[in-house]
């Protein structure tokens, strides 16, 4: 391991190294020397290596998981101060929904729902989500999204949105990027369970967390707008295509054996399907 370690660095008393392709890296535009930059200076405030650590290899698993950052053009200026902040500023994006709201919690301390769910759902249908077809199954272009994120996790409004795919498209990122999916893993095998039984189905709802329950019940209450027959007769999405494109948003087998995870897939669009058809969301009427 020794051998593919090379040029050593200091940082505030600290010993560090760096790989020995770095100076190729700098050659091709300095990327790795700012972030150096960067490094020693936080270091210098007093900042532990440790932080930027745990930091990285939280990313890196979820990159692991995901994948690297999709999109044809390279991270603008913008794009890059705010990943270099991220350290000490959380994203809304790949957080758990109880430290989401902890962000909020100083703009919005009566919120009961993430700004960031309440917020995209309302660009979906201001730009007249429900009446385009293949909504929430057609992708968002990527840099449009990317650019769209950025903006949003920094409490941004967003404006000059003309392409409803694009807030609808990440609006399922957020839901897929929760750090524990919406419907928490020790519910799973019920929901499995229960994929055709109404009244099942909503017991589980109703036995969730609170802060789950009601992002929940405000994501079904959202989608039922969209099967109103008058919707659906556009948007060619009916309940079960958008169980279908919503369900791994919400549930996540943790399975590795693919047989699994085919018969499993079935069951989660069809448990999400009971919900849209059969949950009753009244209650959530005005709750933001």
Known sequence: MHAALGHKGEAAGHNFQLPLGHT?????????????????????TGVAISTYAKYCYHKLQKAALTGAKKGLKKPNVEEIRHAKNAVFSPSMFGSALQEVMSLQKERYPDRQLPWVQTRLSEEVLALNGDQTEGIFR????IDEVNALKLQVDQWKVPTGLEDPHVPASLLKL??????????PHEFYEQCIAHYESPEAAVAVVHALPRINRLVLCYLIRFLQVFVQPA??????????????????NCLRCRSDDPRVIFENTRKEMSFLRVLIQHLDTSFMEGVL
Do not use: C, Q
Request: no cysteine; proline share 6%.
């Open 174 to 183: 957020w839901y897929r990027e929760l750090e524990e999916p919406l419907i």
């Open 231 to 248: 919707n659906v007769a556009i948007t060619k999405m009916d309940v079960s295509n958008l169980a279908m494109v919503m369900a791994p």
């Open 138 to 141: 057609v992708p968002g272009d």
């Open 24 to 44: 190729h890296l700098e050659r091709s535009g300095g990327a790795l020397s700012s972030y150096r930059s960067l490094f020693t200076s936080r270091v210098a």
